[in-house]
């Protein structure tokens, strides 16, 4: 079966720090991967989303960047991070194969930037 | 770009009673998609809704879709305290990635 990992859990960063969040997928190759951010009491917001290694496809113009080194690996960074940054990251999969399906979303990441 | 809507955006019923959520989208969507999100917690999956017409139920929930309407329904039945949490609804872009544009959330109280 499919397995869905995140981490970190929970980060509190400082103004202006990096940020390095890691998303890895198990049990699937060659999904579609997505990153949301949820703001507190807040829907969803598609950040960016990648089809293949090293394809990434940017939805919201911002300080974060995402990278795809391996096939069932997304990684969402930031060089300096801002105060708006705060919220619930979500990294999500899809099957290529079933382009109709459903997305599967992973624990998340609770970060707070103080 | 496809815009979804859901009403209401809280509701707070008592256990028993029924109630509909709504979802309403913008554009030609192929398919709608509702998720459940406890506090503090990620999404879960609950239905996949791919044709006009289609609908789906698990326990005491159904969801419906009417493209032609632009709209899908979940519905509660006999609510209970266990069903509290955010519902969200999302409908599918046409194109490549399966992207997703999510609602803005109900989020649903059930009261003893």
């Known amino acids: 079966s499919q397995t869905i990992h995140q981490w970190p859990a929970t980060l509190v960063q400082p103004v202006g720090s990096p940020l390095s969040l890691e998303c890895t997928v198990e049990?699937?190759?060659?999904?579609?991967l997505y990153w949301y951010r949820q703001a507190a009491g807040r829907g969803l917001q598609l950040l960016f989303y990648s089809v293949g290694i090293g394809q990434i496809s940017s939805e919201v113009p911002q300080n974060l960047s995402a990278s795809r080194p391996q096939d069932r690996q997304f990684i969402l960074s930031s060089k300096k991070l801002l105060l708006s940054d705060s919220g619930f990251y979500l990294c999500?999969?899809?099957?290529?194969?079933?382009?109709?399906?459903?997305?599967?979303f992973g624990p998340g990441t609770r970060l707070t930037v103080t | 770009e496809l815009k979804v809507e859901q009403n209401p955006l809280f509701l707070s019923m008592q256990e028993g009673k029924n109630y509909t959520i709504y979802c309403n989208y913008s554009t030609t969507s192929d398919r709608l998609y509702w998720y459940r999100q406890d506090p503090g917690k990620s999404l879960e999956s609950l239905f996949v809704l791919l044709s006009n017409g289609a609908v789906k139920q698990e326990g005491r929930l159904m969801a419906s879709l009417d493209t032609k309407a632009r709209l899908s329904t979940l519905h509660i039945t006999a609510a209970v305290h266990d069903l509290s949490a955010t519902y969200f609804c999302a409908g599918g872009d046409t194109g490549t990635a399966s992207k997703l544009t999510f609602g803005t959330g109900t989020r649903l109280q059930v009261t003893l």
């Open positions: 999500a999969w899809s099957s290529a194969y079933r382009p109709r399906g459903e997305q599967y």
């Open positions: 049990g699937t190759s060659n999904p579609n």
